[in-house]
T-cell receptor, first 113, second 112 residues
Framework: TAGITQAPTSQILAAGRSMTLRCTQD?????MYWYRQDLGLGLRLIHY???????GKGEVPDGYSVSRANTDDFPLTLASAVPSQTSVYFC????????????FGPGTRLTVL | QKEVEQDPGPLSVPEGAIVSLNCTYS??????FMWYRQYSRKGPELLMY????GNKEDGRFTAQVDKSSKYISLFIRDSQPSDSATYLC????????????FGGGTRVLVKP
């Protein structure tokens, strides 16, 4: 099985432009998460979804939005990108809410100029 | 002060040596403790998972949790060059819906 796939692998984006990072899982996991990883700061939770149709804010949600129309997909949208959103973005999933074990995708490297 | 502190390294050891990694934390509510391994340009993968205090062993890996000291450790015995990666500790508590709080990661280099 593929597990979690993310697209694109990397992207250079002009400030002020919008972009959607895609995340798809084939494990039928209920819970999904978006993190950003920055040097020295580790992984920080942006948004999460406990189940299809619900979403919640994490530690650093400002400037990002998510949707969860179905179990498999959890896109992350930057409505108007700023240079501080330059980061590596990881999507993750867990079988259900309350399970500490999370499975991560390969990441998207985003540079905002 | 960060909720979870982890020395960024790099930690360089010769092949066959024991690698010792640790994290300290401030939130006494944390109950679940994890170690993730992350290779360069890859996503993190779960290595070890421990609930509450105690030790857990899995092959060459041993995880220890000391809740009284708010300190967790990961030991890698007989280290191999393939163990070269960044190791991230992560923690969660049930009240927060088990959302993970990560340390910044320690980069480990095992030299042949």
């Amino acid at each position: 099985t593929a597990g979690i796939t993310q697209a694109p692998t990397s992207q250079i984006l002009a400030a002020g432009r919008s972009m959607t990072l895609r995340c798809t899982q084939d494990m039928r996991h209920n819970a999904m998460y978006w993190y950003r990883q920055d040097l020295g700061l580790g992984l920080r939770l942006i948004h999460y979804s406990n189940t299809a149709g619900t979403t919640g804010k994490g530690e650093v949600p400002d400037g990002y939005s998510v949707s969860r129309a179905n179990t498999d997909d959890f896109p992350l949208t930057l409505a108007s990108a700023v240079p501080s959103q330059t980061s590596v973005y990881f999507c993750a999933s867990s079988l259900r809410t309350g399970m500490a074990e999370q499975f991560f995708g390969p990441g998207t490297r985003l540079t905002v100029l | 002060q960060k909720e979870v502190e982890q020395d960024p390294g790099p930690l360089s050891v010769p092949e066959g040596a024991i690698v010792s990694l640790n994290c300290t934390y401030s939130n006494s509510a944390f109950q679940y403790f994890m170690w993730y391994r992350q290779y360069s340009r890859k996503g993190p993968e779960l290595l070890m998972y421990t609930y509450s205090s105690g030790n857990k062993e899995d092959g060459r890996f041993t995880a220890q949790v000391d809740k009284s000291s708010k300190y967790i450790s990961l030991f890698i015995r007989d280290s191999q060059p393939s163990d070269s990666a960044t190791y991230l500790c992560a923690m969660s508590d049930q009240a927060a819906g088990n959302k993970l709080t990560f340390g910044g990661g320690t980069r480990v280099l095992v030299k042949p």
